[in-house]
Each structure stands twice: as structure tokens, then as C-alpha cells.
């Protein structure tokens, strides 16, 4: 089992729309998770990082924490066409889930 | 500015050939990660160090080999290049805070083909 799964999707939303993507991991030992965010053509940037369970607010970004179902997900509320994107989950050991490719469509 | 730099942004090598890409930041971190990033893959990690002359296999080593001879740089080694190593190659350096974010910077990416 791959150490980071993600749905590849695509994702399509509409904008304005909250997009939901998900995570899941498979080291319990896991203690810290991390969201990138990957323009087309470049390179990985950090938008989330989040450590303990529960959620993290961070501007339009939210990031949820469940250790106990090994699952983090990251949710963008009123998303814009700016948004689209690939958006990586990370866990500390910088192994990377295969990402989930994300449209915001106007 | 925060800085990760790799060599090349395209490069066209021979099957056969050893091919060196290099990486060097400028922010004194302490971690840095060679890449592959292949359509539906996503980010593979190929090597790691957590310091000067130390170096872990990721999960896809195989036909790769690394060199960190001094904080700043780490450099991605094929040794004889084949086909099925056409891909981008990212580096990332990251340092190792007490407390907060483990941030990871990343280089801008080599796209390597081998013909």
C-alpha cells in the first residue's frame, strides 16, 4: 500500500463552490501533514501545514486532522479560478501522495 | 528571498551517458530531497540527506546515486542513463525546526530526456 493515497481526480467545481480534497496515510506514526499547492509547469509551494487533530483555518483554506481514521483533507471555501491547481499531501517525512488536480471553472 | 536552484531547466542526454544534476540552496537548511515527478505519480523521492556527507535512499533509488559534499549542495547522479528515466526532477531543502513548520522549498525543476 502506497505510504499516501489521494483521489487523482480531476476535481471540477464551480466558483464560489468549496472544493474538498482528501487524504489518507498509512504510518500511524505520522505526526505532521503538510498541503502544496502546484501551479501547471511549476514548482510545489506550501499553503498548509497542520499537526494536531482537529481543524486549522487559514484565510479562504481550511485543513482537517483525524490521526484516529488516518485521514487529512484540505477544503477551499468560495473557490476562484485562481485555485486550480494540483494540491499535494505531504507527511513530514517528505513522502508525497500522487496529488489531486483541481478546476475552478468561472 | 528564500532560494533553491538547480542547474538546468531542460537537458537532452544519450542513453549510456552519466548525467549530473545539481542543486544548491541558500538557506542553510540542514534537508534536501532529489524528485521525480511523472504524470499520475506524483512526487517520488528518489535520495535524502539530513546532512553534509549523509545520504538515505527513497523509494525509487535504483539507477540513481547522490553526492553531498557540502551543506549547500546535493547533486543527483545517474549513473548510466536510460529511457525510462525521462522525467522532471525536483530538488527541495528543508530545515529542522524545534517547533512550527517543517517547510520544504523547492528548486524549479529539470525536465531531463534521454534519447
Known amino acids: 500500500q502506497k505510504e499516501v493515497e489521494q483521489n487523482s481526480g480531476p476535481l471540477s467545481v464551480p466558483e464560489g463552490a468549496i472544493a474538498s480534497l482528501n487524504c489518507t496515510y498509512s504510518?500511524?506514526?505520522?505526526?505532521?501533514f503538510f498541503w502544496y499547492r502546484q501551479y501547471s509547469g511549476k514548482s510545489p509551494e506550501l499553503i498548509m501545514s497542520i499537526y494536531s487533530n482537529g481543524d486549522k483555518e487559514d484565510g479562504r483554506f481550511t485543513a482537517q486532522l483525524n490521526k484516529a481514521s488516518q485521514y487529512v483533507s484540505l477544503l477551499i471555501r468560495d473557490s476562484q479560478p485562481s485555485d486550480s491547481a494540483t494540491y499535494l499531501c505531504a507527511l513530514n517525512d517528505m513522502r508525497f501522495g500522487a496529488g489531486t488536480r483541481l478546476t475552478v471553472k468561472p | 528571498d528564500v532560494k533553491v536552484t538547480q542547474s538546468s531547466r531542460y537537458l537532452v542526454k544519450r542513453t549510456g551517458e552519466k548525467v549530473f544534476l545539481e542543486c544548491v540552496q541558500d538557506m542553510d537548511h540542514e534537508n534536501m530531497f532529489w524528485y521525480r515527478q511523472d504524470p499520475g505519480l506524483g512526487l517520488r523521492l528518489i535520495y535524502f540527506s539530513y546532512d553534509v556527507k549523509m545520504k538515505e535512499k527513497g523509494d525509487i533509488p535504483e539507477g540513481y546515486s547522490v553526492s553531498r559534499e557540502k551543506k549547500e549542495r546535493f547533486s543527483l547522479i545517474l549513473e548510466s542513463a536510460s529511457t525510462n528515466q525521462t522525467s522532471m526532477y525536483l530538488c527541495?531543502?528543508?530545515?529542522?525546526?524545534?517547533?512550527?513548520?517543517?517547510?520544504?522549498?523547492f528548486g524549479q525543476g529539470t525536465r531531463l530526456t534521454v534519447v
Open positions: 504510518d500511524r506514526g505520522s505526526q505532521s
Open positions: 527541495a531543502s528543508s530545515s529542522t525546526p524545534r517547533w512550527g513548520s517543517r517547510e520544504a522549498f
